[in-house]
């Protein structure tokens, strides 16, 4: 480990009493294990699994989570609402910009507080009145919307499309939970194996974007036969602009599912706990993986308005890589091969969020809120978060299962986003509030002030926007603001059964809630909150 990663985190005014405090004695007095305390939240810890994720594990770990189903599956969905290429093209670009402002204050956040579990680290740390609230909120947005049900239809439309096969609702649904299934029980009893197959597969996600990327190239400069015979079927002039939606409801709307693209870049931060050299691993990868991404979709996006026509690009929804490749190869390759590698691409999306996410309902448990910890914090038996899988695929399939699955994707991608938002601005409003505060704190990377400000003022106009209606109003039989108003709905239960859990019940009972640190057999250290007579 370099040498600045093994210096304390805290200036020399924190004592080495208090550094003490960080580990559970164990009946010989002897120190054990890091303990649950939130103030030590900024020493790291090391998983009972060991820290064994490498620096290329950790890259593909945020790239195949990054590079989803969503370069595949949106910009057919984004331009159509929106109108326009350059709309299109811009939001894209603004996605960027933003998602690098955010990736700053998590990386500030991630290098200040090098521990698993990512946004419900930062959160608890900051925000400590009125207690467990932060934790409850999380916990609530984990159970509720920490699915992976969006990939999991993009998996199943690419599998039917690339066989021919008519893609009933029941064929999509039934697809996707296989998937899910499988990828559950491959994380939860085979670990190490399911890390193999999702570097292989994240690996080959990033030569896919970069054979598309070379298509769009060869079709302007060699303009094949068999492409109406038009160098390129991108808009020239005004055309660029011709019938774009100015909307702030529906461009918003769109920025979500761009969000949802960029999604991932601090993915390393949820099991920074197996991480080598956890701080300098973080602010490489994620720098490394940003790049990678802004590049690759600005000229994906470009191939496909070169390739296919825009009007057959509205049309496309989710299916926009599918016409790029067999229009671009043919009806054997272009029809079959190709899309059954996006249909892998999600599926390799799928294995790093599972992956990821499983180890953050594990951190929940572990923290006291979830019940049955000694079975959902621990790595046992097969020294995986078997538990922490389990939480995160009942929620999975019961999004897959139960809406119609014509509009799901869409819809899933803005109700995930909008919860988000309100985190994200928490995060960012809380990390200025501990610049004051908490100078003492060491910080290996800090944001810049204008980032921090830029994401704080986007993140309200775009928990504004939803309510602002559009100018044309969408067939899909949807509501425009129902993703706003279910986002909200997740946010407002959680403050709900915090109050009547944590403040209502133990006032009328006579009793407080405090914690207390056990470890389990596997070594896994984890919080049990207990009654304690007032």
Request: charged share 15%; glycine share 8%; proline share 5%.
């Amino acid at each position: 480990m370099a040498s600045h990663e093994t210096e304390p985190l805290l200036s020399s005014s924190f004592s080495q009493t208090n550094r003490n405090k960080a580990y559970v004695e164990s009946e010989d007095g002897r120190p054990q294990q890091p303990s649950r305390s939130i103030e030590d939240d900024v020493l790291p810890e090391t998983s009972t699994l060991g820290r064994t994720i490498s620096w290329s594990s950790a890259y593909i770990l945020v790239i195949s989570r990054v590079i989803g189903s969503g370069i595949f599956a949106t910009p057919g969905v984004i331009v159509k609402a929106v109108g326009s290429v350059g709309l299109s093209l811009s939001l894209w670009v603004l996605g960027a910009v933003i998602a690098a402002c955010g990736l700053a204050v998590a990386l500030e956040y991630g290098c200040m507080l090098p521990r698993s579990g990512g946004e419900k680290v930062y959160l608890e740390f900051t925000y400590r009145r009125p207690r467990y609230l932060a934790s409850t909120l999380m916990a609530v947005q984990a159970v509720l919307l920490g699915f992976t049900a969006r990939n999991c239809i993009v998996f199943a439309q690419y599998t039917l499309y690339a066989f021919d096969i008519e893609a009933t609702d029941f064929l999509r649904k039934s697809l996707a939970v296989g998937l899910l299934t499988a990828i559950t029980v491959l994380h939860g009893c085979f670990r190490r194996t399911g890390i193999a197959i999702q570097n292989f597969l994240g690996w080959i996600k990033v030569g896919l974007v970069v054979l598309m990327v070379f298509s769009g190239l060869f079709i302007v400069i060699f303009k094949p036969e068999g492409l109406d015979g038009r160098r390129s079927h991108f808009p020239t002039g005004a055309d660029v602009w011709k019938d774009t939606e100015w909307s702030w409801g529906t461009i918003s709307t769109a920025l979500f599912k761009v969000f949802y693209s960029y999604a991932g870049l601090n993915n390393v931060s949820n099991v920074l706990n197996e991480v080598r050299n956890p701080v300098r691993t973080l602010k490489s990868v994620s720098i490394t993986a940003l790049i990678t991404a802004c590049v690759l979709y600005s000229l994906v996006n470009v191939a496909y308005f070169i390739v296919i026509p825009l009007d057959k690009i509205k049309e496309s929804k989710e299916l926009i890589a599918a016409l790029f490749f067999e229009k671009v190869f043919g009806a054997t390759v272009g029809k079959v091969v190709l899309p059954l590698a996006v249909a892998l691409s999600g599926a390799g999306n799928v294995m790093v969020v599972t992956f990821a996410l499983a180890r953050l309902n594990q951190e929940i448990a572990r923290q006291g809120f979830l019940p049955w910890p000694d079975l959902l914090a621990s790595s046992k038996p097969f020294n995986a978060p078997l538990g922490g899988l389990i939480v995160h695929y009942v929620p999975s399939v019961l999004v897959i299962a139960l809406p119609p699955s014509g509009e799901v994707y869409s819809f899933i991608l803005e109700v995930e986003g909008y919860p988000g938002q309100i985190f994200a601005l928490a995060t960012s409003a809380g990390l200025l509030w501990l610049r004051f505060s908490r100078p003492d704190l060491k910080r290996p990377f800090r944001a810049w002030n204008s980032a921090i400000i830029l994401r704080i003022t986007l993140c309200i106009a775009l928990l504004a926007a939803p309510f602002f209606p559009p100018d044309h109003e969408s067939n899909t039989g949807i509501w425009y603001a129902t993703y706003a108003v279910v986002g909200i709905s997740v946010i407002a239960f959680g403050f709900m059964y915090w109050y009547v859990w944590l403040e209502l019940i133990p006032k009328m009972r006579g009793y407080r809630v405090e914690e207390k640190a056990r470890v389990l057999d596997d070594g896994t250290t984890i919080t049990q909150l207990v009654h304690v007579a007032r």
